[in-house]
């Protein structure tokens, strides 16, 4: 029995991406988090707990793009064609907001407000586009063969534009749970603060997403609310709420440590996992599938072995950095 190449592509790449989400989600969630932290000294703290690593967190989606160029082509020409807006403003966001992480400590006392404005806009920017888009595809994508139908302002929906905006908060929750595993003091207790009203607001996101798909998509309810689906996806949605109560227990205690940030994770994969059973096997909504998008088979086995040796290196080198800047930053520490 052969390996089913197609599957093992779509794991990949919804690794690739997974952990683009996890590793820069928190890093732009401390830009979203500035305008409730207007101390500069305390945002000095909060970006320079993510200044030896921050740069490194984009591999990810390069990793997630190269991956669909090469194993699914036909998925990657319609994708592009079809949100190429929200994606080239996704992309200016980030380059915005790198150029702004550098001159912010560079900058004198006259220009670096205007250089945290700048931080928090293109993360702002970056990320509400990337939920922007991730709406766009949830709400499907006409084509026939590689060519997209639709006009250039498809992608701009009020769902796209919810979503955008509930990927701000999903992040800001990362961003404020981060914080508190890497600052302390007042700092520290702010974000603990912060993040109880912050879940919450993300757990009525997921609601309303919850109900929102399945109402606009009747195959999206037939999946989810057929049996015996219901039986098997029936504990997607109770570990969600059980994961929300047990981060908000943790948050109650007074030094939380790293649970509230693991909780956090865990409460993404659990909604990017809900996402992954309401497409599977499309990987362009409503009807292509993995089988019909993805590229031939010797195409897929060669840049297999590329993946194979590359993902394991990128773990090592990720997990290595994060090893040897761990613990606390204190104010008057870090990148100067």
Same mark, same amino acid.
Do not use: C
């Given at each position: 029995?052969?390996?089913?190449?197609?599957?093992?592509?779509?794991? *990949?790449?919804?690794?690739g991406?997974?952990?683009?989400?996890?590793?820069?989600?928190?890093?732009?969630?401390? +830009?979203?988090?500035?305008?409730?932290?207007?101390?500069?000294?305390?945002?000095?703290?909060?970006?320079?707990?993510?200044?030896?690593?921050?740069?490194?967190?984009?591999?990810? %989606?390069?990793?997630?793009?190269?991956?669909?160029?090469?194993?699914?082509?036909?998925?990657?020409?319609?994708?592009?064609?079809? $949100?190429?807006?929200?994606?080239?403003?996704?992309l200016?966001? $980030?380059?915005?907001?790198?150029?702004?992480?550098?001159?912010?400590?560079?900058?004198? !006392?006259?220009?670096?407000?205007?250089?945290?404005?700048?931080?928090?806009v293109?993360?702002?920017?970056?990320?509400?586009?990337?939920?922007?888009? &991730?709406?766009?595809?949830?709400? +499907?994508?006409?084509?026939?063969?590689?060519?997209?139908?639709g006009?250039?302002?498809?992608?701009?929906t009020?769902?796209?534009v919810?979503?955008?905006?509930?990927?701000?908060?999903?992040?800001?929750?990362?961003g404020? #749970?981060?914080? /508190?595993?890497?600052?302390?003091?007042?700092?520290?207790?702010?974000?603990?603060?912060?993040?109880r009203?912050?879940?919450? #607001?993300?757990?009525?996101?997921?609601?309303v997403?919850?109900?929102?798909t399945?109402?606009?998509?009747? !195959?999206?309810?037939?999946?989810? @609310?057929? &049996?015996?689906?219901?039986?098997?996806?029936?504990?997607?949605?109770?570990?969600?709420?059980?994961?929300?109560? %047990?981060?908000?227990?943790a948050?109650?205690?007074?030094n939380?440590?790293?649970?509230?940030?693991?909780?956090? &994770?865990?409460l993404?994969? %659990?909604?990017?996992? +809900?996402? +992954? /059973?309401?497409?599977?096997?499309?990987i362009?909504?409503p009807? *292509? #599938?993995?089988?019909?998008?993805?590229a031939?088979?010797?195409?897929?086995?060669?840049?297999?072995?590329?993946?194979?040796?590359?993902?394991?290196? *990128?773990?090592?080198?990720?997990?290595?950095?994060?090893?040897? @800047?761990?613990?606390?930053?204190?104010?008057?520490?870090?990148?100067?």
């Amino acid at each position: 029995m052969g390996i089913d190449l197609p599957v093992v592509w779509t794991v *990949i790449i919804a690794f690739g991406l997974m952990m683009y989400v996890i590793m820069d989600g928190f890093d732009l969630g401390l +830009g979203i988090l500035f305008p409730f932290v207007p101390g500069r000294h305390d945002r000095d703290v909060m970006v320079n707990t993510v200044a030896p690593v921050w740069d490194g967190n984009e591999t990810w %989606l390069v990793l997630g793009g190269a991956g669909l160029m090469a194993a699914f082509p036909l998925a990657y020409a319609v994708v592009l064609s079809a $949100l190429y807006i929200p994606l080239a403003l996704m992309l200016l966001g $980030l380059i915005w907001r790198g150029v702004a992480f550098e001159f912010r400590f560079k900058a004198d !006392e006259n220009h670096k407000p205007f250089w945290d404005r700048a931080f928090m806009v293109g993360s702002m920017v970056a990320t509400f586009f990337q939920g922007a888009s &991730l709406g766009a595809f949830m709400n +499907g994508i006409p084509a026939e063969g590689a060519r997209f139908l639709g006009g250039p302002m498809d992608w701009l929906t009020p769902f796209s534009v919810f979503t955008g905006l509930g990927l701000l908060v999903a992040y800001a929750l990362l961003g404020a #749970t981060w914080l /508190i595993i890497k600052t302390e003091g007042a700092l520290h207790d702010r974000m603990v603060a912060l993040a109880r009203p912050v879940l919450l #607001t993300l757990l009525g996101v997921i609601a309303v997403v919850s109900l929102w798909t399945p109402l606009s998509h009747p !195959e999206v309810a037939a999946r989810w @609310f057929s &049996l015996p689906n219901l039986l098997f996806f029936a504990p997607v949605p109770l570990l969600v709420v059980l994961t929300a109560g %047990l981060l908000l227990r943790a948050l109650r205690g007074g030094n939380p440590g790293v649970t509230p940030f693991m909780l956090a &994770l865990v409460l993404l994969f %659990l909604g990017y996992s +809900g996402l +992954g /059973i309401s497409m599977w096997p499309n990987i362009i909504p409503p009807g *292509i #599938t993995i089988r019909e998008a993805a590229a031939p088979p010797q195409s897929l086995g060669f840049a297999l072995v590329g993946a194979l040796l590359i993902i394991p290196v *990128i773990l090592a080198y990720t997990a290595w950095s994060y090893y040897v @800047f761990r613990g606390k930053v204190r104010a008057g520490e870090g990148y100067h």
